[in-house]
């Protein structure tokens, strides 16, 4: 360990991230030794959800903000090459909860689902740790796709399922939902903060073993909070039916055959391509077909959903720039001093936290006044803000001159309106989800949710790989040309869903909805209030 007054600003930030993750252990030990079966006012389930969520997302950001420089420095692909392959790894990982939001509703029940997810997820991200020595004719390089098919398979089977987990502990009538998603949300950031911070500053100063490393303990501290903890979810996730033994053991063979499937597909990038459009048409048509059977109000419902899960794939596509070709302008053209690049994912997550209470008082402040803007009209200011954010970038890039280094205040600015977007869509999508879907369909819907944000990350992927150009090698003015474009095209976008989105809040019947089946630990019937809304809005 070398002297403190050596220590850079990189060093002081990691200090940092350790003490500020000692405090938050501490909080969770002082939740788990209450007596009490709520914590400032939600179940203690939400907290154990939130815990668990938080170590699986310190490893998964912690990999991700790793992975564009691990592909371009240790395995030598191109800018190009690499922002593909990210792409195409991120939009896998979304990809594979509709398969485990399908088995977990069917036969295994999201309890299980999540178990299982996070042993494939730790063995994958401690299968990371093996670098051998670099460049893409090295064998090792096989133990780094199977590491990469692990973690996309555990993140199916953990993803959907632990999020649907949270809206089982409460009634559709309860006001508080909103709020628990957003605090679970926050639970989501906190890991991907830390994570992105300590797993990056290992992985970058010391060795991309340490820091891939520091991921695999994090995700077996969350396997053991989420088993530990079984007894706080009140018999929420547990399987819709008894599950035999032999049923169970085939669907983790199903689940294994996965992983094959995903080592190959991640090493195929064109192949991605083709998936996304036969199962993306595939997921649309099943989804229409359940809904078609339904009478109007769900079926309306249904089409509300669809419509706010077309729009994932612009803002996620424009979103996910940061752990590719952002993190690599910013590794290059952005003056960050003695920081390494891969430290500044972790700007999102704490602009999260410290914005998500924020926006959780501002929703039910406006509600409570019949002013808040509808789950569209959200959608339609978070495209506006990612817009935004990169045109905001690109004139501070072009504001000092070609020739010098951006401002690093710019980077800044941009993932500030990137994360004040992210929080008019992600926490409110995912809460919208598990409202409006009908019960028998609800992992299905919130995987179709995470579905077409892999194809938000397959065209980050491509995006990425445009600013690589002809031959490979990410360029300066080509990226800021990019980035222009596909602001004002994000722009634009924002203004049409802002026109439709009362004709998509009359299709959600937010007025009508009612508890149909009592939730974990509960069997009173529901109220007449609307899921989780507020008083009717007077806005879009």
């Not at 594979?96 to 509703?105: Q, R, S």
């Not at 290992?202 to 991921?215: D, K, P, T, V």
């Not at 989420?226 to 085939?250: I, Q």
């Not at 926006?359 to 409570?368: N, T």
Request: glycine share 12%; net charge neutral.
């Amino acid at each position: 360990m070398k002297d403190m007054a050596l220590w850079n600003e990189g060093d002081w930030i990691a200090v940092i991230a350790l003490v500020v993750l000692g405090v938050f252990l501490s909080i969770g030990a002082l939740i788990a030794g209450s007596k009490k079966p709520e914590f400032a006012g939600h179940p203690k389930g939400l907290y154990m959800l939130f815990f668990a969520e938080m170590w699986e997302r310190f490893s998964y950001y912690g990999m991700r903000a790793l992975l564009i420089f691990y592909l371009t420095q240790h395995w030598l692909f191109s800018d190009g090459k690499s922002n593909l392959i990210y792409g195409a790894y991120t939009s896998l990982v979304y990809i594979t909860p509709v398969l485990g939001g399908y088995l977990a509703d069917r036969y295994l029940g999201q309890r299980k689902a999540v178990l299982f997810g996070g042993i494939l997820l730790a063995f994958g991200h401690l299968f990371m740790a093996f670098e051998g020595v670099g460049g893409q004719e090295d064998a090792t390089i096989n133990i780094f796709w199977l590491a990469l098919a692990l973690i996309i398979v555990g993140s199916g089977f953990l993803k959907a399922n632990i999020s649907v987990m949270v809206g089982q502990l409460y009634r559709l009538t309860d006001m508080r939902r909103d709020a628990a998603y957003t605090i679970f949300y926050m639970g989501i950031n906190v890991g991907a903060a830390l994570g992105t911070i300590l797993v990056g500053y290992l992985g970058q100063r010391i060795g991309w073993a340490y820091g891939f490393g520091l991921a695999g303990i994090g995700m077996i501290a969350g396997l053991i909070v989420f088993v530990l903890g079984k007894k706080v979810l009140l018999g929420a996730g547990e399987a819709p039916a008894p599950l035999s033994r032999n049923t169970e053991m085939a669907v983790y063979g199903s689940g294994l055959a996965a992983v094959a499937v995903m080592w190959g597909l991640v090493q195929y990038q064109d192949v991605i391509q083709t998936l996304l459009i036969i199962s993306g048409f595939s997921l649309l048509g099943w989804v229409l077909y359940q809904a078609l059977k339904l009478d109007k109000e769900p079926r309306e419902r249904i089409f509300a959903i669809l419509f706010l899960i077309a729009l994932n794939p612009l803002f996620w596509g424009l979103f996910e720039q940061a752990g590719g070709s952002f993190n690599l302008y910013t590794d290059r053209y952005v003056d960050i001093g003695g920081v390494p690049a891969s430290v500044f994912q972790s700007i999102n997550p704490i602009y999260i936290i410290l914005f998500a209470p924020f926006f959780a008082m501002l929703w039910q402040w406006l509600g409570k006044r019949g002013l808040e803007p509808s789950a569209p009209a959200k959608f339609a200011l978070a495209l506006a803000q990612v817009g935004l954010g990169f045109l905001v970038f690109v004139w501070g890039a072009k504001s000092v001159g070609m020739e010098a280094m951006t401002p690093v205040i710019f980077v800044f600015l941009l993932y500030l309106l990137h994360t004040t977007g992210e929080l008019c869509l992600s926490p409110v999508g995912l809460s919208a989800m598990n409202r409006l879907a009908p019960s028998f369909m609800a992992s299905l819907i919130m995987g179709a949710w995470f579905y077409m944000t892999a194809v938000g990350n397959f065209v980050a992927g491509k995006i990425g790989e445009a600013t690589g150009g002809h031959d490979g090698v990410m360029t300066k003015d080509a990226t800021l040309a990019i980035y222009d474009q596909i602001g004002w095209i994000t722009l634009g976008v924002s203004v049409v869903v802002l026109a439709l989105s009362p004709i998509v809040k009359r299709w959600m019947h937010l007025d009508t909805l009612r508890d149909a089946d009592h939730i974990a630990g509960e069997s009173e019937l529901g109220e007449p209030q609307a899921a989780g809304t507020h008083p009717e809005s007077k806005g879009a």
